[in-house]
Structures are given as C-alpha cells and as structure tokens.
C-alpha cells in the first residue's frame, strides 16, 4: 500500500479543489475506501475532505450540524412514536374488515410461528432506529450543552454498525408493492400512521445527511490521532468466502420453495419469487414486476458474483484496474439492503390479510432462507475490506 500523505479539502460551495493550508489543527485521517493516511485541515463550514487516491469521502462539516442532527433527531422519533400508536393499513373484502398497526405486524406474525420474520420487522423498521436516533440525540446534547454523557470510539463505531441495518426505507418501498399486489382483490385503505412513518422515514434520512462519523469522533475523542486499524487480508478472505458459500446454498431454497400462500375460499396457491414476478407483469404491474425482479433476483445474483470476484481478485492479485474493481465493491454495497423488499412484501400481507378461509395470506418456507440471504451477503459484503484492492498499489 502506498505510503504517501496527501492532504485536500472540497469545498461544497463551488466545488472546486482548493489547497490544503487551512486555520485550525491539521489530522491525519485513514481513509477507510482504500487506507491512505491523508492530512486534513480544519474544515469550514459546508466544506468536505476527500481521498485524493479513492475519492472516498473522509469528512465533512455541515453548518449547525449539531443542532440539525438533534432537531431532525427528536422529531423523528416523535413520528415514529406516533406510528405505532394508530391503525397502519385496513384491508376489505366482500363485506369482511381487517386493520393492522405497526405492533400488532409483529404480533400476528408471532401468533403464527414467524418469529424470524417479527424479529426482523421489529429490529429493523422500529427498534434499531428508535435506538440509533435516541443515542445520536443524547450525543448531540452532551455535545452542546457540555453535560457528562461520553462517547468511546468504540461505542460511536457501534452506533454507525447499526444504521447498515436501518431500514425504514426498504420497508416503505415494500409496503407501496405489497399494496400494489392486493388492491385488485380488496380496497385498501392508508391509516394515520402509514403518514406519520412516512414523515418518520424523511426525517430520520435527513438526520443521517447532517451526520459524519468523524466529525462526531472529534467532539468526543479530541486527543485521538485517527490512526487506521491492522488489515488481516488472510482472515478476512477466509470470512468472505464462508459467508458467500452459505449465501449461495441458502439462495437455492430461496427460489425453489413458495416465498408465500395464498388462501382464496379454502383453496391455498402457493407462490415463488419468480412466480410472484410473473403474476404482477400478467396483471399489467409492469413496473411493480420489474422492481420485485431486480430486487430479488438480479441484486442478490449480481452481489454474490461480484463478492466473488472481488475477493478472487484480491487472493489471486489481479492486474485488473483498481479503480474499476473498487467501484465495484461501492455499488455492491450499496445494493444489498434493497433486496428486503419481497421479505416486506410478504411481512406485511401476512399481517393484513388475514380473513379466514375467505382470504389470507401466509408466509412460505422460503422467506427465512432469502432473509438469510440477503444478510450474508450484506455481511460478506461488510466482510470485504475495500482497502485489500488497494494494497499492493505504490
């Protein structure tokens, strides 16, 4: 790897490179896109730092951020509140009412031996950012006001871990589809807290774009020289390709068995993913089908042979372009999450549609294995060190 120092700042103003002889105390910060120690000044407001080998971003300081994290912060989790306090979704058909709120979700799919899947929906829709704003909220006020609350590097590492496995956006997206899939049966209609989580989702995404890790360290860790962390290139192969195997295995079942059942007047009609697909481009949900197929089929394949490669080429020390592979590994990671849509699908209908024999919808056995696999590779992904491309580069 390359040892050079190099020091720049962007400026969001305008855009532009300017040099890096700035006010204030110059850190040296380890890029975590590819490694390189690089020298950054005191930034100015609205300004940011870039990797001038990778171009990942290293840092950036918003103007008031604290005070922007900690309102969008708070009101955020009053939204959130608010959406677990009202009906979510109803659902009718033929004179029959049904209507769901966010807990009561995850309390059907408990009442029929779905804990993965309430685990999942409890942990990532509610809890996790529920934790994640309440923790940024206690930092930002211990940061403006001065109080005791204390952050360890560790724990800031933590915090940010945790908001991979936020998705609130995932899960709106999946609701939108599994409307689309059942309102030709059945009207559906949109409770107070379908709103207020929408409200929640924009703000809690509004709160993480006013936030940078480094700039939360700083607060915390003056004294911290931001030194990189040892790269085992060796160990952490060998836990990407065990990860990527067992996603491989599981994604086979994923496919193959029904990801849900449907009961019409007693008779069940099991459905795979590929045969979901087909039903919604039947009944002319084109654009519907079309999402349901990149998110469930082509992202997790697309993942599994770019991990791959992306690790092969490292094992092998490909002379293939750095910067290639490099964007590679960007666009991967930033896919993965995504493929949680069809798993809220069929989360969320099988909590609505529950009306006896008449109509109601199960989860099928496949829907823990394509859990599973979009987990592994999210963590095979996470697994991979972008700075082992970056290695042997002088």
């Not at 962007?10 to 975590?32: D, F, H, T």
């Not at 936020?166 to 589809?177: A, D, K, L, S, Y």
């Not at 990189?228 to 193959?256: C, E, G, M």
């Not at 750095?322 to 969320?348: C, H, N, P």
Request: aromatic share 10%; proline share 3%.
């Amino acid at each position: 790897m390359g040892n050079r120092l190099q020091s720049v700042v962007v400026s969001l103003m305008n855009k532009q490179w300017v040099g890096a002889q700035g006010s204030g105390e110059n850190r040296m910060i380890p890029c975590k896109g590819c490694g390189l120690q690089t020298l950054v000044p005191s930034l100015e407001p609205n300004q940011t730092a870039y990797c001038p080998r990778c171009g990942h971003k290293l840092t950036s300081l918003k103007q008031n951020w604290v005070d922007k994290v900690l309102a969008l912060g708070l009101s955020a989790l009053l939204l959130l509140l608010l959406s677990i306090s009202f009906n979510f979704l109803s659902f009718s058909s033929n004179g029959l009412e049904t209507s769901i709120t966010l807990i009561s979700e995850v309390e059907t799919l408990i009442a029929q031996n779905n804990l993965s899947l309430a685990a999942v929906i409890l942990f990532v829709c509610i809890l996790l950012p529920a934790c994640v704003l309440l923790l940024l909220c206690a930092w930002m006020l211990s940061i403006k006001f001065g109080i005791g609350l204390r952050a360890t590097k560790a724990q800031i590492a933590l915090c940010f871990n945790f908001i991979i496995w936020c998705m609130p956006e995932v899960f709106m997206v999946g609701v939108i589809v599994s409307m689309v899939k059942v309102t030709s049966m059945a009207e559906v209609n949109f409770g107070p807290s379908f709103y207020f989580y929408i409200g929640f989702m924009v703000l809690y995404i509004l709160t993480l774009l006013h936030l940078d890790r480094f700039q939360v360290e700083l607060a915390f860790i003056k004294e911290s020289k931001f030194t990189a962390t040892v790269l085992n290139t060796d160990k952490r192969v060998q836990w990407t390709w065990a990860l990527l195997f067992t996603s491989v295995i599981l994604y086979l079942p994923a496919n193959l068995l029904p990801i849900m059942t449907t009961r019409f007047l007693g008779v069940d009609s099991p459905s795979t993913i590929v045969g979901g697909v087909i039903t919604l481009w039947h009944h002319g949900s084109y654009m519907i089908a079309a999402v349901i197929f990149i998110a469930s089929i082509l992202v997790p394949m697309f993942k599994m042979f770019a991990i791959g490669y992306l690790n092969y080429s490292v094992q092998t020390n490909s002379n293939v372009s750095i910067k290639q592979r490099y964007t590679l590994y960007r666009v991967t990671e930033m896919m993965g999450r995504w493929s949680m849509i069809d798993v809220f699908v069929v989360a969320i209908l099988a909590g609505l549609v529950q009306l006896g024999s008449t109509m109601s919808v199960y989860p099928g056995s496949a829907v823990i294995a394509f859990c599973a696999v979009v987990v592994l590779t999210m963590l095979a992904a996470m697994s991979f060190d972008s700075r082992m491309i970056w290695e042997n580069e002088q």
